[in-house]
């Protein structure tokens, strides 16, 4: 978003200010206020003017501005109504040079899955992609979807919906798919280039625009304000990622994983047994008939407790 319109922003979301007074602060003309007050509302802000001054009384229900509105974290938002893949832009960011930025989207017309599968996102989602660059070895990053996972799952539950983990990083509601994350990353064994956490939740989106077992929480608990959910989980994610030693606790608590019958179907094998622990970076641990196998990768399914 443009800067002096986010530092406007920034400046009446703690009250109400005249234009001279924002001109005074932000060390612009009072034409140039105008002018910016005049392109928030055209991206969908309502602001009064009182004789306090400008006075914002209602902010939009999605896009760039209305995740910025209040957001005290170090990402910039580029919204798009409809792309291909959020995936696929914030790539093109990374390759830029970019990093913390976060790509979102209303719609996207080749949302992407793991493993090249399609992932149906029909307007009213939450479709966003957030790039940066941690400061760890390849290997550790599976950490941090982990940590999207946990953080999607925490701001599903803030509004009421009882969101949990599956291994490794699907979110349910029962045994309907809720959000998903794809995670992609360029560097060297050593560290990490740029990591893309591509995350979709099925938002405001009816259960008859979805596949087969899966939800929204639009189902769940009715629709909801899709800016203040994306603002949620970023700033869940951000406390996660400056915190790493809490993502696995945290993983662990949300998790419907653990404790469960499972059928893991790995690259190369199909281990079933009961999932027991998660491990740094993110290795799922199962009990089986013959020992303990420790899992990096994987799709899995929770079994009924008599199959
Ligand atoms: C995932 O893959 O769960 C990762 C999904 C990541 C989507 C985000 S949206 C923003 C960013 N941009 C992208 O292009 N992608 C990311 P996987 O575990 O492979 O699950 C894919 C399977 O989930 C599909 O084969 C379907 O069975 C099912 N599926 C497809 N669309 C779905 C949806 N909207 N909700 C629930 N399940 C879905």
């Known amino acids: 978003m443009q800067k002096t319109r986010e530092r406007i922003l920034t400046q009446l979301a703690t009250g109400s200010l005249s234009g001279p007074e924002l001109a005074e602060t932000l060390d612009i003309s009072r034409a140039a206020v105008w002018k910016h007050i005049e392109a928030l509302r055209e991206e969908g802000f309502s602001i009064a003017s009182t004789e306090a001054g400008?006075?914002?009384?209602?902010?939009?229900?999605?896009?760039?501005?209305a995740i910025e509105f209040g957001l005290d974290l170090p990402y910039t938002i580029q919204y798009h109504e409809s792309v291909e893949s959020t995936n696929a832009t914030a790539r093109e960011r990374?390759?830029?040079?970019?990093r913390d930025i976060v790509v979102v989207a209303d719609e996207q017309t080749g949302g992407r899955g793991r493993l090249?599968?399609?992932?149906?996102?029909?307007?009213?989602?939450?479709?966003?992609?957030?790039?940066?660059?941690?400061?760890?070895?390849l290997a550790q990053a599976p950490v941090f979807t982990l940590a999207a996972a946990v953080a999607t799952a925490r701001a599903a539950r803030s509004i009421g919906?009882?969101?949990?983990?599956?291994?490794?990083?699907?979110?349910?509601?029962?045994?309907?798919?809720l959000a998903g994350i794809?995670?992609?990353?360029?560097?060297?064994?050593?560290?990490?280039?740029?990591?893309?956490?591509?995350?979709g939740i099925n938002a405001n989106i009816s259960a008859t625009e979805l596949p087969d077992r899966a939800t929204s929480i639009a189902e769940e608990a009715g629709s909801c304000n899709r800016a203040e959910f994306t603002r949620k989980l970023l700033q869940e994610f951000h406390a996660l990622r400056t915190d790493t030693e809490t993502i696995l606790p945290a993983w662990r608590d949300l998790s419907s994983t653990l404790g469960r019958s499972v059928r893991v179907e790995t690259p190369n094998r199909t281990v079933r047994g009961t999932a027991v622990d998660?491990?740094?970076?993110?290795?799922?641990?199962?009990?089986?008939?013959?020992?303990?196998?420790?899992?990096?990768?994987?799709?899995?399914?929770?079994?009924?407790?008599?199959?």
């Open 182 to 199: 794809l995670s992609e990353m360029e560097g060297e064994a050593d560290r990490l280039s740029w990591l893309i956490l591509g995350i």
């Open 278 to 307: 998660v491990r740094y970076p993110g290795q799922l641990v199962v009990e089986t008939d013959t020992g303990r196998e420790i899992i990096s990768t994987g799709d899995c399914e929770h079994l009924r407790p008599q199959q």
């Open 54 to 65: 400008y006075e914002i009384t209602a902010i939009p229900e999605f896009g760039a501005a």
């Open 94 to 98: 990374a390759r830029e040079g970019k």
């Open 161 to 177: 919906v009882d969101a949990t983990i599956k291994w490794p990083n699907d979110v349910l509601v029962g045994d309907n798919k």
């Open 116 to 137: 090249d599968r399609e992932w149906s996102s029909p307007a009213g989602g939450i479709w966003c992609s957030l790039l940066f660059e941690p400061d760890i070895p």
